[in-house]
């Protein structure tokens, strides 16, 4: 085996196999976790307490913004005429175990990476020794990503380095439909996978001729899409209306790029031709079927948020059955069976049972 072969990262693809694996590693291995600027690392913590529930301590570090007093200080101790170690409250320290974020650990300034060192190696903190099972895991961006990210070869060496894969545009519609994204933000992600490409998982030409503006380390500075960003335009694609589509296209721009803003506000000016949901399953035989697939798209993503009951979604799936393109309707079938707050529907209704069954070619 090459040396390339043996030093090469590790990459995880979900946040949540991490979350269940840090925790078996974690009391003796600090792992640090990189990848590009807006791909969630920053959330690993809540996505760990969201699992892992009160058995442990949450205990966040913004590590490029520390100083050795946010850890702890030396004060007189007046009966002993020395100086103790005092640790910062920021850490709880009752016996319960702490799990610790070192994010951007590698742009902390060196003072702080070098008191990091004890922290993620014995799980000490100054002098006070972390309670038994605590666990101290890192973020950081790509060395390659240009922002200043940069850690010693010895500090390195402490670690268990693993990459995270950026994700795809359905792995970040189901977490999207989950965390209450906007359905014509989906159904625009679902049209458009190549806005969730990596400039480390493509070659320099795909890279150029990428049309939706992703992060890319030669272009310092500018607005960019990246799972992060696009999330963000959340409020702006709610608001369309009072904000009108000349804001709507600036605000998009300052906040995804121009490019990808101008692909989203056409999406968003579709918008008219979708029919709401409750207006489908009153009348599924006679809703009209719009023309373009985008419209169709976001109707497939609202409806995921919208069917609560059994009636509902035997009703939706009758419209869904004189949908002409079956690959719409498999986007429908897909989010539903994703989005966890809908498997139990999925799993009772002989409609949508007998229409995966027609169609299992599709679903494979």
Not at 186 to 201: G, I, L, M, T, V
Request: hydrophobic share 40%.
């Amino acid at each position: 085996m090459s040396s390339n072969a043996i030093n090469k990262p590790t990459e995880f693809v979900n946040l949540y196999d991490l979350a269940r694996a840090i925790p078996l590693i974690g009391p003796t291995l600090t792992l640090l976790i990189e990848g590009e600027p807006g791909t969630a690392k920053s959330s690993l913590l809540k996505i760990m307490e969201e699992v892992h529930g009160d058995k442990y301590h949450y205990v966040y570090f913004d590590c490029p913004v520390m100083d050795p007093s946010d850890l702890g200080l030396r004060v007189p101790n007046r009966e002993t005429g020395r100086l103790e170690y005092y640790p910062t409250a920021l850490v709880p320290l009752d016996g319960k175990p702490v799990i610790i974020m070192l994010d951007e650990l590698a742009k902390a300034v060196k003072m702080m990476k070098t008191m990091f060192t004890r922290l993620m190696l014995e799980r000490v903190l100054g002098d006070i020794k972390l309670p038994e099972g605590s666990i101290v895991f890192a973020t950081s961006n790509n060395a390659s990503d240009g922002v200043g990210d940069s850690m010693e070869s010895h500090s390195i060496n402490r670690l268990m380095r693993v990459k995270l894969k950026k994700v795809t545009s359905d792995e970040w519609c189901v977490w999207a439909s989950q965390s209450g994204v906007h359905p014509i933000i989906r159904a625009w992600a679902d049209r458009n996978p190549k806005a969730f490409q990596s400039y480390r998982e493509i070659t320099q030409k795909e890279l150029e001729e990428n049309t939706y503006g992703i992060f890319d380390p030669r272009k310092p500075g500018q607005s960019f899409l990246s799972p992060r960003s696009l999330a963000k335009c959340d409020p702006i694609v709610r608001n369309k209306s009072v904000l009108g589509m000349d804001v709507v296209r600036t605000t998009l721009s300052g906040t995804i790029g121009h490019q990808s803003a101008e692909s989203l506000a056409m999406f968003i000016s579709i918008g008219d031709e979708v029919t709401r949901t409750a207006d489908v399953i009153a009348d599924p035989m006679g809703t009209p079927i719009p023309t373009k697939i985008a419209a169709l798209i976001m109707m497939m993503f609202y409806a995921v948020d919208d069917i609560k009951t059994q009636d509902d979604l035997t009703k939706f799936m009758q419209f869904v059955g004189r949908v002409p393109s079956r690959e719409v309707s498999a986007v429908f079938y897909t989010m539903m069976c994703k989005v966890p707050k809908n498997i139990r529907l999925v799993r009772g209704n002989a409609t949508l049972t007998d229409w995966a069954a027609k169609n299992y070619i599709l679903l494979s």
